[in-house]
């Protein structure tokens, strides 16, 4: 998945298609499976989120997220993130995307529970490779108080059905914690 990334990427700062503006006020929900890689344990999961971005004005957006995570071995979790974000046009196809966020999360593991919070930083491109089709990738940097940084790169795909409908795909991929996600956007 990581060899992906720079490809994707590439594509994204080069779009071949006709440009569809593009807005920052959404609700998505997505499925996700998880594959957790940490020095403590090394599990699978599943997890259910919601996520959604409001557009306060031409170029700057709030957004949020909620995570539900289940793993293997009766680990469970949950995880949010708040934030706002910018967007500055390059060209009349490709935005420039900047996010800063506070990032809140818990694991139970039996009767225990820990948890820990961050600020996170992410940049990155945003891109409509043709009416029907989006794509964005983003290098993110998160610092835990106490599990320490984290780095990563995200990358979504969005595939309209519809003006403001999108059935959406993609990857996070962290140094911790590696995830597919398929699911469904409305934007208003």
Request: glycine share 10%; aromatic share 14%; hydrophobic share 40%.
């Given at each position: 998945m990581k060899r992906l990334a720079p490809v994707v990427l590439w594509?994204?700062?080069f779009p071949a298609a006709s440009f569809a503006e593009m807005t920052y006020s959404n609700?998505?929900?997505?499925?996700?499976?998880?594959?957790?890689?940490?020095?403590?344990?090394?599990?699978?999961?599943?997890?259910?989120?919601?996520?959604?971005?409001?557009?306060?004005?031409?170029?700057?957006?709030?957004?949020?997220?909620?995570?539900?995570?289940?793993?293997?071995?009766?680990?469970?979790?949950?995880?949010?993130?708040?934030?706002?974000?910018?967007?500055?046009?390059?060209?009349?196809?490709?935005?420039?995307?900047?996010?800063?966020?506070?990032?809140?999360?818990?694991?139970?593991?039996?009767?225990?529970s820990v948890s820990d919070d961050a600020f996170s930083v992410g940049g990155g491109v945003r891109t409509r490779l043709s009416d029907s089709f989006e794509l964005d990738a983003m290098l993110k940097y998160v610092n835990f108080d106490q599990a320490g940084s984290d780095t990563g790169v995200r990358v979504d795909g969005r595939w309209y059905f519809k003006k403001a409908m999108a059935l959406s795909f993609g990857t996070d991929t962290t140094n911790n914690v590696d995830a597919l996600h398929v699911g469904f956007r409305v934007e208003f």
């Open positions: 594509a994204a700062l609700v998505e929900f997505k499925y996700m499976d998880l594959s957790l890689d940490r020095s403590y344990a090394n599990v699978d999961g599943r997890a259910f989120a919601v996520s959604g971005a409001y557009e306060l004005t031409r170029k700057v957006f709030l957004l949020g997220e909620w995570q539900e995570p289940n793993y293997d071995r009766g680990i469970d979790g949950r995880q949010y993130e708040v934030g706002a974000g910018l967007h500055h046009a390059i060209n009349n196809k490709l935005d420039f995307v900047g996010t800063l966020s506070y990032v809140d999360s818990k694991v139970d593991v039996g009767p225990f």
